[in-house]
């Protein structure tokens, strides 16, 4: 048994009693005492605008120590370094050197794990050098997207041991949270459908001549499909207990005509910029109807290139009502003898369901050094845009915390790299699927059979 695999039994093995106390699920553990809790040595690959907060977060966390920083950008590591001596922490070494740098940094420093908020490109190879290494590798959302780099992701967690965690901040956010815990109390009876997405317009994002800018557009201008299922599909997978217990079975996909992008180009950028001279191609709206092997159907919806307001669904159906988390949260329970039950605001809902986990990770973040309640000084000593709404802010936050606290105890993270495979497959699925008249797609078994036996996901505060 090679060192990295003898590791992760032992650290699944310790993990069922600490598992136990923090009421997190373990697939495959061995009893073992606890194991006390270590200091956590990260590596970061992309320090752009999302890979600034999460190591915003890291330098700030007890038991993190930010050991390297890579970017291909010189001054953004300069920047995470300057942000380690102002806080008094371990300052991180640089690797700067190119595209593939981050291949040098996973081989030569000792690290734990390595983290990554890059392009989407460059996900997968970067999590493949860190589980090569030996090194647990978390990505930002999608893992991956092509059915390839989803199975050489399965493939190379199983192999070597690591966990392979797709970071999908919003399963940490206050109403998906709390709608978890009223779907594993049984308040909306068995699950029927479920509705998600990703809807926020993002046209400027693209447009942009820096940060998303440089790659997001690429995308919109040679795919069609429902690009980005992550945030939409993340909740629901946890309520729907897909690849414990539930398993996601078949999908159709189908998308709008594209108007959106080249409108915005043309109203926005000179007549030469090549972003106004090239042709977007993805439908404006997308919409999966996927049916799970119980037999609950699932909407996803990807809608970012025409004016609208933000939202992610988020809707929860059962026998006995549902919840809706958007634009506000509400509720509609059956009421017996009432044929015509109506619709309730989530508020009423709130003091009985709230997350404990909720609750306890506002109180960790409060106390980070230099985050105040404005969270000022953040703002200032980042070069990344913090979320405005606290809310969001403390969600990013319990993602990050969650993640460390699971391997500094040794236990398995709240995602595996199933959760990663699966979510990520809706893209390129849905890509299928549209390009063939919206006829039926399967999802592989990423799991392998596995789904059947594996207990649902718990977490803290149910
Ligand atoms: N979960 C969320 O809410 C959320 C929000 C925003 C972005 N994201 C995800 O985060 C990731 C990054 O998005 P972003 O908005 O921060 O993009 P960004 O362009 O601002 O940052 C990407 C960073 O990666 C660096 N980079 C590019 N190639 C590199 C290489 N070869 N080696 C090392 N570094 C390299 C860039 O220089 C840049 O600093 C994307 O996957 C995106 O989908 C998630």
């Not at 908020?117 to 590798?137: R, S």
């Not at 949270?177 to 926020?200: F, K, Q």
């Not at 599909?233 to 539930?246: E, K, M, Q, S």
């Not at 959760?419 to 699925?429: E, G, M, R």
Request: net charge neutral; charged share 25%.
């Amino acid at each position: 048994m090679n060192s990295s695999r003898r590791d992760f039994l032992m650290q699944s093995g310790a993990a069922s009693v600490a598992a136990a106390a923090m009421g997190t699920q373990i697939i495959g553990a061995e009893p073992a005492k606890p194991a006390a809790k270590k200091t956590l040595r990260v590596g970061y690959v992309g320090v752009g605008s999302k890979g600034s907060q999460h190591v915003g977060h890291l330098l700030r966390m007890e038991g993190v120590e930010l050991r390297a920083v890579c970017d291909i950008v010189d001054l953004q590591c300069r920047e995470t370094q300057a942000q380690a001596k102002r806080l008094d922490k371990h300052v991180p070494t640089i690797y700067s050197r190119g595209e593939r740098d981050f291949e040098r940094m996973c081989a030569d420093e000792e690290l734990d794990l390595v983290y990554t908020a890059t392009p989407w490109e460059l996900h997968v190879p970067v999590c493949l050098a860190a589980m090569k290494n030996g090194k647990h590798a978390a990505t930002e959302i999608p893992a991956a997207y092509t059915l390839e780099e989803c199975w050489q992701l399965v493939e190379t967690s199983e192999k070597t041991g690591r966990h392979l965690c797709m970071m999908e901040n919003v399963n940490y956010m206050p109403d998906e949270l709390l709608i978890y815990n009223m779907v594993r109390r049984g308040v909306l009876g068995e699950l029927i459908h479920a509705e998600g997405g990703y809807l926020h317009d993002t046209r400027q994002l693209k447009m942009n001549d820096h940060g998303d800018g440089l790659w997001l557009g690429n995308h919109h201008a040679t795919r069609n499909g429902n690009l980005y299922p992550c945030h939409g599909v993340g909740p629901l997978a946890w309520y729907t207990n897909i690849n414990r217990g539930d398993r996601l079975d078949y999908m159709v996909s189908m998308s709008s005509k594209a108007r959106g992008l080249d409108l915005y180009a043309a109203e926005h950028l000179p007549a030469e910029h090549p972003k106004r001279k090239r042709k977007y191609i993805n439908g404006d709206v997308n919409t999966c109807l996927i049916r799970t092997v119980n037999g609950i159907s699932i909407t996803l919806t990807h809608d970012t290139d025409l004016p609208r307001p933000y939202s992610r669904n988020n809707l929860v159906q059962g026998t006995k009502g549902l919840v809706s988390g958007w634009p506000k949260l509400t509720v509609s329970l059956e009421v017996p003898g009432n044929p015509h039950p109506p619709w309730e605001s989530g508020d009423k809902f709130r003091a009985k369901h709230e997350s404990a986990l909720w609750t306890h990770a506002k109180e960790v973040h409060a106390k980070l050094p230099g985050i105040t309640k404005d969270f000022g000084p953040i703002l200032k000593d980042a070069v990344w845009h913090y979320a405005p709404d606290p809310e969001v802010r403390h969600g990013d936050f319990l993602e990050d915390y969650r993640l460390v606290e699971a391997l500094r105890s040794g236990i398995a993270p709240d995602f595996d790299v199933y959760d990663a495979a699966t979510w990520s497959a809706i893209a390129v699925l849905s890509e299928k699927s549209v390009a063939d008249r919206s006829r039926p797609v399967d999802f592989p078994d990423f799991t392998k059979g596995k789904w059947k036996k594996n207990p649902p996901i718990q977490i803290m505060g149910v």
